[in-house]
């Protein structure tokens, strides 16, 4: 079996697709001459924690890259590389060393980056992955407290698919096989709104990525902004298997909204550029400036959802 050190020579510095920055893993930083608007991003992932226990763990080592980069569209930016910090079981074999290259490799190439350097330890624990992503030309005018009254709020794609695919992995949900399927990869494999960024951010007042929940990031953009929202749950775009779902009342709304790993890109815009978005955004409602958070129901009823926020929360 390899050691740490083997298993960097043999196994990640081919992640680093010869990039000269990364000096093939070989020194204690990478290098870089210039880049222009960066932005950095990390995130970490905890098998029992962000994934359920028994994950494999090439799929976790993939996923921990996909939402750490997922971040770097918020401001537009196109990604460069990563660098990885793994604490991992000592009881690992040869095997779960290669199936971590191999899932870093999916993501890297996925995405046209590469990797930059890192850190390995054991511990006697489960796995650990802390990913620092690096973008370049970023839109520095864009930031949570961006957001203004008056501004439509925009979501890029469909919510709650993920919450149902952790409910499959978590509490047997059932579903039909294809269902099961699609369900699950939207959970284990988000995929990071990277070119949608690039498309929006000339025009986009505040960006954010969904990870803890629609409702939980639609709080951080108005709370950063001292201002408010209403939302129209028709408006949000939900998959007919969610809203079956719903229909059987094992669901509601609030638990699809409030699921998060989504990964879809929440934004406000102002209504002149209402033309500029894609066939794949949605308008969900718009901002005001009365700092309350208002949920309407199908039916038109409102309800003031700004103190029972709920999202994932650490602590």
């Known amino acids: 079996m390899e050691n740490e050190f083997e298993f960097i020579k043999n196994k990640l510095r081919p992640l680093t697709f010869s990039k000269k920055e990364a000096r093939g893993l070989s020194d204690d ?21 962000h994934v359920p226990e028994g994950t494999d763990i090439d799929i976790q080592a993939r996923r921990a890259v996909l939402r750490s980069i997922s971040d770097l569209a918020t401001f537009g930016s196109t990604p460069i ?25 999916k993501a890297l190439v996925e995405y046209d980056i590469f990797l930059a ?19 370049a030309n970023a839109n520095k005018e864009l930031g949570r407290n961006k957001t ?11 919510i709650g698919d993920s919450f149902l695919g952790l409910e499959i992995l978590k509490n047997n949900l059932k579903v039909s096989s294809l269902e099961e399927e699609n369900l699950i990869k939207k959970f284990l494999i988000p995929e990071p709104k990277i070119e949608l960024g690039k498309d929006i951010k000339s025009f986009a007042n505040s960006i954010i ?16 902004s001292g201002v408010g929202s209403e939302v129209y749950i028709r408006d949000i775009p939900i998959s007919s298997t969610a809203k079956n779902y719903i229909a059987s009342n094992l669901y509601n709304y609030k638990d699809l909204l409030s699921g998060g790993d989504d990964y879809e890109l929440l934004y406000t815009i102002d209504p002149k550029d209402k033309a500029l978005i894609d066939d794949n955004s949605f308008i969900i409602g718009k901002i005001n400036s009365d700092k309350k958070i208002i949920l309407y129901s199908e039916e038109g009823k409102s309800i003031d959802i700004k103190n029972e926020i709920i999202g994932y929360k650490h602590f």
């Open 117 to 135: 350097g890192g850190d390995i330890t054991s511990h006697e624990g489960l796995p650990i992955f802390s990913v620092t992503a690096f973008g």
């Open 148 to 158: 203004k009254p008056g501004d439509l709020i925009v979501v890029s794609g469909s």
């Open 81 to 105: 590389c990563v660098f990885t910090a793994m604490s991992l079981p000592s009881t690992f074999k040869q095997q779960d060393f290669d199936q971590i290259a191999e899932g870093y490799r």
């Open 29 to 49: 930083c990478a290098f870089f001459e210039k880049i222009k608007d960066l932005v950095v991003s990390v995130d970490s992932s905890i098998e029992g924690v």
């Open 209 to 224: 990525d969904i990870s803890d929940g629609l409702l939980s990031e639609l709080n951080h953009l108005c709370e950063n």
